[in-house]
C-alpha cells in the first residue's frame, strides 16, 4: 500500500510517517514545499503523479487565535486546501484521511461529545475545520474517514507540555486555567491508531484522545509530577487568561465508535505523558 502524508514537519505528521515506515508502508510525506494544498493544481499534479491508495491530511491551519485576524487565509487553507485534496482523491480513487478537532462544537456542557452530535463552532478556527469535514463529505461520500482530536502533543513542534517545562525554568510559580476540560492526546498514539484505520474501509466520522479526562491545570500539575520539578501550580478561571478566539469549556470526546468499529481505545492520558517524557529525556530535550 502507498500512502501519501501532509504536513510531515507537524507534529502530528511527523510520527504518522515513523508509525507507517515502522510497519513497513510505503509512505511518501510532503510539506507546503513539496506540495501547496492551496493550490488546486500542484495538488493534482503531485496526487495525480503518485498515484497513492490513500492520503492521510495532516496540514492544517492551526493557530486559533491568528485565524480571527486572518479567517480568509485560513479558510484557504483548511477548507480550499482540504477540499484540493479531495477532489484529486477523487479522481484517482485514493482514500482520504482528515484530522479535524473538537472546536467544531461550542464546547458547552459537560457531556463528552459524539460524533454525530449537532455542531456549532464559535470561533474561525472550528468553522474552517467543521467547513474542511463537509468538503470532504461533499467530495468524497464513501471513501473518507474523519478524525476529530484535541489537546494533540508530540516531539515534532510546539505544545502544552513543552511550554510548562520552558515556563518552569523561569517561574517558581504558575497559574493554568481549570475550567477547560478535555483529553490530552499524544501524537505516535493518534498515529497508531491512523495506521490501524487506513488500511481498513471502515470510513466515517471518528472521535480519538487519550481516555480518561483533565483539566489544563490537572495536565500541568501531572506533567511537572512526572519531570520530577517542584513548582507551585494554581487553579484560575479562564476569564484570567482572556484571548481572540473562544476556547471551549467541554472538550470531552467520546471515542466509543473506536471500540465499535473493531479499533484499539488510545491508552490513559497519565500513560502517554510518562511515554512523551521518556522520549524528551532520551531526545535530550528534558
Same mark, same amino acid.
Given at each position: 500500500? +502507498? #500512502?501519501?502524508?501532509?504536513? #510531515?514537519?507537524?507534529? &502530528?505528521?511527523?510520527?504518522?510517517?515513523?508509525? &507507517?515506515?515502522?510497519?513497513?508502508?510505503?509512505?511518501?510525506?510532503?510539506?507546503?514545499?513539496?506540495?501547496?494544498?492551496?493550490?488546486?493544481?500542484?495538488?493534482?499534479?503531485?496526487?495525480?503523479?503518485?498515484?497513492?491508495? %490513500?492520503?492521510?491530511?495532516?496540514?492544517?491551519?492551526?493557530?486559533?487565535?491568528?485565524?480571527?485576524?486572518?479567517?480568509?487565509?485560513?479558510?484557504?487553507?483548511?477548507?480550499?486546501?482540504?477540499?484540493?485534496?479531495?477532489?484529486?482523491?477523487?479522481?484517482?480513487?485514493?482514500?482520504?484521511?482528515?484530522?479535524?478537532?473538537? @472546536?467544531?462544537?461550542? *464546547?458547552?456542557?459537560?457531556?463528552?461529545?459524539?460524533?454525530?452530535?449537532?455542531?456549532?463552532?464559535?470561533?474561525?478556527?472550528?468553522?474552517? +475545520?467543521?467547513?474542511?469535514?463537509?468538503?470532504? !463529505?461533499?467530495?468524497?461520500?464513501?471513501?473518507?474517514?474523519?478524525?476529530?482530536?484535541?489537546?494533540?502533543?508530540?516531539?515534532?513542534?510546539?505544545?502544552?507540555?513543552?511550554?510548562?517545562?520552558?515556563?518552569?525554568?523561569?517561574?517558581?510559580?504558575?497559574?493554568?486555567?481549570?475550567?477547560?476540560?478535555?483529553?490530552?492526546?499524544?501524537?505516535?498514539?493518534?498515529?497508531?491508531?491512523?495506521?490501524?484505520?487506513?488500511?481498513?474501509?471502515?470510513? *466515517?466520522?471518528?472521535?480519538? %484522545?487519550?481516555?480518561? @479526562?483533565?483539566?489544563? @491545570?490537572?495536565?500541568?500539575?501531572?506533567?511537572? +509530577?512526572?519531570?520530577? #520539578?517542584?513548582?507551585?501550580?494554581?487553579?484560575?478561571?479562564?476569564?484570567?487568561?482572556?484571548? +481572540?478566539?473562544?476556547?471551549?469549556?467541554?472538550?470531552?470526546?467520546?471515542?466509543?465508535?473506536?471500540?465499535?468499529?473493531?479499533?484499539?481505545? &488510545?491508552?490513559?492520558?497519565?500513560?502517554?505523558?510518562? !511515554?512523551?517524557?521518556?522520549?524528551?529525556?532520551?531526545?535530550?530535550?528534558?
Amino acid at each position: 500500500m +502507498k #500512502i501519501l502524508v501532509t504536513g #510531515i514537519r507537524g507534529q &502530528l505528521g511527523f510520527d504518522v510517517m515513523k508509525v &507507517l515506515k515502522s510497519r513497513g508502508i510505503e509512505a511518501i510525506g510532503v510539506n507546503s514545499d513539496d506540495m501547496d494544498i492551496t493550490d488546486p493544481g500542484r495538488v493534482k499534479a503531485v496526487i495525480s503523479s503518485l498515484r497513492p491508495d %490513500a492520503v492521510i491530511h495532516c496540514a492544517a491551519w492551526t493557530a486559533v487565535d491568528a485565524a480571527e485576524d486572518n479567517e480568509e487565509a485560513a479558510r484557504k487553507v483548511n477548507v480550499d486546501g482540504t477540499a484540493n485534496i479531495a477532489m484529486a482523491c477523487a479522481d484517482t480513487g485514493a482514500k482520504l484521511m482528515y484530522f479535524s478537532t473538537d @472546536y467544531v462544537f461550542d *464546547g458547552e456542557g459537560e457531556k463528552p461529545w459524539k460524533p454525530e452530535d449537532k455542531t456549532g463552532p464559535v470561533s474561525v478556527y472550528g468553522a474552517s +475545520k467543521l467547513d474542511g469535514e463537509n468538503e470532504v !463529505r461533499r467530495i468524497l461520500p464513501d471513501r473518507h474517514f474523519i478524525i476529530r482530536l484535541q489537546w494533540v502533543y508530540g516531539i515534532n513542534g510546539r505544545n502544552f507540555v513543552k511550554t510548562m517545562l520552558n515556563l518552569a525554568k523561569t517561574h517558581d510559580r504558575l497559574t493554568v486555567v481549570n475550567d477547560q476540560i478535555g483529553g490530552p492526546s499524544y501524537t505516535p498514539d493518534i498515529a497508531r491508531l491512523a495506521a490501524d484505520m487506513i488500511v481498513t474501509e471502515e470510513y *466515517g466520522t471518528y472521535h480519538a %484522545a487519550n481516555t480518561g @479526562y483533565c483539566s489544563w @491545570y490537572d495536565f500541568a500539575r501531572e506533567i511537572f +509530577k512526572e519531570a520530577g #520539578i517542584d513548582i507551585v501550580v494554581e487553579p484560575v478561571s479562564s476569564e484570567n487568561y482572556p484571548a +481572540k478566539a473562544r476556547r471551549p469549556h467541554n472538550s470531552r470526546l467520546d471515542t466509543s465508535k473506536l471500540t465499535e468499529h473493531g479499533f484499539k481505545q &488510545l491508552p490513559p492520558w497519565q500513560d502517554a505523558l510518562k !511515554r512523551f517524557m521518556t522520549e524528551l529525556r532520551d531526545a535530550g530535550q528534558l
